[in-house]
Each structure stands twice: as C-alpha cells, then as structure tokens.
C-alpha cells in the first residue's frame, strides 16, 4: 500500500474539524507498527506511529472543562525520518497540548469485512477512541493534568509477609524486587490484582525461593530434556559444541521468576549461556512439580 493510499484512508477515519486538547501521555513513550508484504493489500509505506493517552480535558479549560480519564490513543502516519520526530517530542508520562481530529468509527470495506467474520465466532468489539494528531502546540498549564500525572507517577509498593516490599513497574504492570537465587540475583514479579491474590502470588515465589537448589535442578532438569535435541541437532556448531542433559542443564541461569495467577503456577526465565544465540530458556510450572511449555 503507497503512502498516498495510507494517508487518505486515514483521512477517512477521523472527523474534518479540529480541537486543541491537553492530554497526560501513559508510562510508554511512542509504539509504531507496519504490514509487510503479506498483507492483503500489499507493504506499508508509512508507519501507524501512536501513543497512549492516560487523561485529557478538552474544551474550555479556563471555563472549568472536565478531566476525562479514559485510556485512548493519540496516532499519526510517518515515515521513517517522521517516526524519529515523533518519538522525541511525544514522550511518555508528560503532559502536552495537541491539535486533533476525533476517530468517526470509519472501517474500510476490508476490515469491516475481517470484523465481521470475527464477530460470527462469537468476538466482540469495543471501538476505542481515538485521536489524529495534527499539531503539537505549545503546552497549556492545567493543574489538573498536572495532579493527576503526579498521582499516576508515584512510585506504588506492595508489601508482602514472605517477601517484603514490591515495586510496581507501569509499563507492565507488574510488582517486583530482586532476591537471591543460587549465588546471583534474580528479578521475582508479581502481576497487578487484589491483595488476597497477589499475596497469595508472592506466596508462590516464596515456596520456590525456600529451596533454589530443588527448583533449580528440576526445572533445568526439565528444559534439558524439551530442548536438549534441538540444541545439538540445529544450534551446536561442532561435534565438541554438543551436550549432555545434565551439561545442558548446568548452563542455565535463573534470569526472573514471574507469577500470573495465584493457584500456585509460575514462568521461569533462564540466560541460555548463548547456546541459542542469546534467545533464553523459558517454561511454566506449578508447586506440584509439574513443568511444561519449555522453549527459547
């Protein structure tokens, strides 16, 4: 799809008029994707560059306008040197002014298309709102935007009884810390819930942190016998370059131990000692002792 395709069926998906709003960015600053030759219609010449919107007040701001607090997204097409740009001046957690055109719920034949077909499996759709960005404007003061940005940018702890306190991490949403694991450290994670769950979460890493060694030589164990095929059949380089499963097993390194769900199921990442150029180890398991989905 050429530049000039991409541009106006953006412009058919957004209202003519303008208005100036003031917006607080989310925690991540600019994401941009393109199809490549695959799609239906063809490469993308241009990048769907975007950025999340946490809060904004349109309207008179000096008449007292509403702060919306409503996640949407804030998007332009660019090309490369325009994505470059963009990402210097839209960063993320800060407040900034824009001028924009709203989203009109347009959906080319093809996507209505694709959303229809999706929709007779049983999918539905929440059409989110979103904004075209037209203009960067010089920021407007609004202590509103600017309360909530502090509130949001205060840094969140969880205090757990097995592990001590948590840090949040906004851009996933995940709470973490460090904790000793086999002489080095590792990043333990738990994912954002009530406290009944993510207690119970850190409960889990607490039981794997109780006997690293047991944990260790299990879930290795494990990976060894998924992955250790693989490994000498595509990835060793020379006949010495081969392994046995416990030589396998010797080389991983318990990078983080992240916890989704609190009925005692867990993700282990491990430093795959370059053996797969760097991809890394991951698997799943459970304080049963049962591992699976090991793979790079």
């Known amino acids: 799809m050429d530049a000039a395709h991409q541009l106006a069926l953006q412009d058919q998906k957004f209202e003519r008029s303008t208005e100036d709003i003031t917006v607080v960015t989310g925690p991540n600053g600019v994401s941009a994707s393109k199809h490549g030759a695959q799609h239906p ?3 993308a010449q241009l990048w769907a560059a975007s950025i999340e919107i946490a809060a904004w007040i349109d309207g008179d701001i000096d008449a007292g306008a509403p702060l919306i607090s409503e996640s949407c ?12 740009a963009l990402r210097e001046r839209l960063t993320g957690d800060s407040i900034l002014t824009v001028r924009v055109r709203r989203s009109n719920g347009y959906l080319s034949p093809e996507e209505a298309d694709a959303r229809r077909q999706l929709e007779e499996r049983g999918f539905s759709f929440a059409d989110p709102r979103r904004f075209l960005l037209v203009e960067v404007l010089p920021t407007r003061s609004v202590p509103a935007l600017e309360s909530f940005l502090a509130a949001r940018t205060t840094p969140k702890t969880f205090l757990s009884a097995d592990l ?3 840090t949040e991490d906004r851009s996933t949403g995940w709470y973490s810390m460090r904790r000793g694991w086999m002489g080095h450290d590792a990043e333990v994670s738990i994912v954002s819930s009530t406290d009944a769950r993510m207690a119970t979460m850190c409960g889990t890493i607490a039981t794997l942190l109780s006997a690293p060694s047991e944990w260790q030589s299990a879930a290795t164990g494990f990976a060894a ?8 059949e595509s990835w060793a380089e020379t006949e010495e370059a081969r392994l046995t499963g ?8 318990l990078i ?3 916890v989704a769900h609190d009925d005692g199921s867990f993700s282990l990442e491990f430093d795959d000692a370059d053996m797969f ?15 699976s989905n090991a793979g790079i």
């Open 41 to 43: 219609s063809g490469p």
């Open 73 to 84: 997204r804030l998007e332009q097409l660019v090309d490369d040197d325009g994505l470059a």
């Open 164 to 166: 001590g306190a948590l």
């Open 225 to 232: 016998e998924a992955l250790l095929e693989m490994y000498n």
């Open 246 to 253: 416990d030589e396998f097993a010797a080389r991983l390194r």
């Open 256 to 258: 983080s131990i992240h």
């Open 277 to 291: 150029g760097g991809h890394g180890v991951h698997l799943d398991g459970t304080l049963t002792g049962e591992f």
